[in-house]
């Protein structure tokens, strides 16, 4: 059985003591996980250490981090390599949010070396794609999640592809309460399981998690993660409060 993941992306929000204490109420409220079901927060850099310290010894949650360098060392300032990471606890890394390919242009051969970076460096990779509201509107969404996939993790090996999860987070629906009906979610995870499935095999295609992003709540969850290529999500906005975070890992529980 694959992998589910409800992963926590806290993006640019919270001081030290809130995400202290979102962590404590987190840990207060979280129920005993299978052994295949596994919970990421992944916060700013500042908050790492002491995440890590807070989920250090606990079974099935994981401090992550939201992006990382393509470089391994060296002279480049404000940068934080995937090995720094590692060695302050870090497990997953998000790589290929659309917030990073808007705002800080980067681009599918920027997040292969991203991609590698982590992987050299242990670390699990939840990888982002998903399309604008103009690319679903031309219909062309399939094709389009395709490329980024092709161009940020198709060089890997099939053996590397078990440290990654793939994220559809559909721009249209991150942030604006609108979000993908299941029936468009399932179409769309679907078509990336048999892009997968294309180019590696149907077994590494059934074992790679697929995540869905954009307005989940604990309203919406339980009907998005039945769906049968859904294998959980990434939760923006709904993980920065305990009460709702837990909502959607209870809507873990059936699949
Ligand atoms: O971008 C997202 C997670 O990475 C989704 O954000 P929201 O849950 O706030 O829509």
Redesign the pocket.
Known sequence: MRNKIV?A?W?MNLNLAEGKQLVEGILAGLPALEVHKHVVIASSFVHIAQTAAQLAGKSNIHTGAQNCSTETSGAYTGEVSAAMLKDAGVSYV?IG???RREYFNETNAMLAKKVNQALANGLHILF?CGEALEVRDAGTQNAHVEQQIKEGIFHLSAEQMKDITI?Y?PIW?????RTATSAQAQEIHAHIRSVVAAQYGADVANNVPILY?????PSNAAELFACPDVDGG??????LKADEFLGIIEAMKNI
């Open positions: 992963a992306n993006k998000i949010h659309s917030e982002c994220a987070e629906a991150i942030g604006t309460g992003g954009g307005s989940c709540k990434l939760i923006g906005g709904a993980s």
